[in-house]
């Protein structure tokens, strides 16, 4: 398995794998009512996140396999120095505690470290709170996040790490 930092080359397989991946990762969770309007909104690459040289992809056999990244900025606006915050970490379902996600997310930890941060954020959806968790996060609080323009928020869950 190869991690890499993304491209714009690499938006379709991104949008492909969260696509795919979000649905089938987050049902057990969540109502259907409730996916049926959040999908639409989370399940494509943000281009500017994309290309900002703080997003990896796990690679295997040529194909993209986990994403994710960070940026200094809150997904719900404003900044702190010294603070990261953990953006659109995704598994294809398939490799599910495969190593991927984390091996992702230690290369974040490791670029967003280089780059002066020494905390870091996350709004993690309550499937993926185990997940967070073993990478060394803890839960601060349940957050509903606005994530469309419509009013449309979704639950969450806001954790912290030091790193």
Do not use: N
């Not at 979000?22 to 969540?30: C, F, V």
């Not at 997310?105 to 280089?114: K, L």
């Amino acid at each position: 398995m190869l991690v890499r930092k993304t491209s714009e080359a690499d938006i379709p397989a991104i949008d492909e794998l969260l696509s795919r991946g979000y649905p089938e990762l987050l049902k057990k969770d969540y109502a259907a009512s409730v996916l049926d309007s959040a999908l639409p909104l989370i399940t494509t690459a943000r281009p500017g996140l994309v290309t900002s040289d703080r997003y990896f992809v796990a690679v295997l056999k040529d194909r993209i396999i986990s994403v994710g990244g960070w940026s200094t900025e809150r997904p719900t606006g404003g900044q702190e120095a010294g603070l990261g915050h953990i953006r659109h970490v995704v598994s294809d379902p398939e490799y599910v505690r495969r190593g991927a996600a984390k091996a992702v997310m230690a290369a974040t930890f490791e670029d967003a470290h280089q780059a002066g941060v020494t905390r870091m954020e996350c709004f993690s959806t309550l499937s993926a709170v185990p997940f967070y968790q073993a990478m060394g996060f803890v839960t601060l609080k349940r957050v509903m996040v606005p994530i469309g323009p419509d009013g449309i928020v979704f639950e969450s869950v806001l954790m912290f790490a030091q790193i």
